[in-house]
C-alpha cells in the first residue's frame, strides 16, 4: 500500500456503510479525487473536520490500486466566516458545484483549484458582494473551460457593436435581434458588468445588476455544460 498526501478541497460526501463518508477533493495536482474516509462519523473520530464541505487542507491518503483510504488531514482552512451566512453558502455551493462537474481524475486541475480557493476567501473577507464574487467565479470559470461568452461583437455575425442589447447562451454570447431572434434582452448595466469582468476591471455596476449579471451567467453556463449543478435550486430562492 503506497501512502501520498495532497493538497486538497471537499467538493462533496456521501454516508457510507454506518461510520464511513465517501468524500471528494480537487487537489491542484491530480484533479477529482475521491476518499473513503473510514469511522468519520464516529463521536470519536480525529479527522472529522476533513469530511466537512469547503474545508481546504492537507490530505494524507493510502492508496491501494487507485483506490485512496484517508489516514491523516491537516487542516489549512474551513471558511468558518461564510458558513452562518444563507447566501454565501449557497453561492459557494454552487462553486462547489461547478468544480465537480469540471475536474477529472488524474488532471491536474491548477487553475480550477485556484479560483474555487480564492472565491472561498473574497465569501468570508467580505469586502466585496457575495453576488459579485460569483460573477467573477463564473466567468473565471468559462474561461478556464473554454465557454467564455463573446462580449466585443455579435456571437453569430461578428460584427463588432457597441450598442448589443441581446444576449444568447445557444449561440454563445452578445448578439443582434436579427441574428438570433430568440436570444434574451439584456441592460445595458448588465453588459457592462460582463464586460468589466472580461476586462478584469473593477466592477462597478448596482448588486442588482451584478445579481442579475450572474444568473445569466449561471443560464449560459448550464446551456454550454447541458446541465444543471444541483445548488442552482437553492439560489432561484435568493
Known amino acids: 500500500m503506497i501512502s501520498s498526501e495532497t493538497e486538497g478541497i471537499v467538493l462533496h460526501r456521501a454516508e457510507y456503510r454506518e461510520a464511513d463518508r465517501m468524500l471528494t477533493i480537487i487537489s491542484p495536482e491530480t484533479g477529482r479525487v475521491d476518499i473513503l474516509a473510514r ?126 442589447s441581446r444576449f444568447s447562451a445557444q449561440e454563445g454570447g452578445l448578439c443582434h435581434k436579427s441574428c438570433a431572434p430568440y436570444s434574451t434582452a439584456v441592460s445595458c448595466g448588465i453588459v457592462h458588468a460582463l464586460q468589466e469582468c472580461a476586462n478584469s476591471e473593477p466592477l462597478t455596476e448596482e448588486d442588482g445588476v451584478i445579481q442579475s449579471a450572474f444568473k445569466l451567467m449561471r443560464s449560459y453556463i448550464r446551456e454550454q455544460l447541458g446541465f444543471s449543478v444541483k445548488a442552482e435550486k437553492a439560489l432561484d430562492q435568493l
Open 39 to 164: 469511522g468519520i462519523r464516529k463521536p470519536t473520530a480525529k479527522l472529522h473536520a476533513a469530511s466537512e464541505l469547503f474545508t481546504r487542507g492537507i490530505f494524507q491518503l493510502a492508496d491501494s490500486g487507485g483506490r485512496f483510504t484517508l489516514t491523516g488531514f491537516q487542516l489549512i482552512d474551513a471558511y468558518t466566516q461564510m458558513r452562518g451566512d444563507y447566501t454565501k453558502l449557497s453561492l459557494a455551493s454552487y462553486a462547489l458545484g461547478l468544480t465537480a462537474a469540471a475536474a477529472q481524475e488524474n488532471l491536474p486541475a491548477h487553475n480550477l483549484y485556484e479560483i474555487l480557493r480564492l472565491s472561498l476567501e473574497e465569501f468570508c473577507a467580505g469586502e466585496s458582494g457575495a453576488f459579485k464574487t460569483s460573477l467573477l467565479h463564473a466567468m473565471r470559470f468559462a474561461a478556464i473551460e473554454g465557454i467564455f461568452p463573446t462580449l466585443d461583437k455579435c456571437c453569430v455575425c461578428g460584427e463588432p457593436d457597441e450598442q448589443l
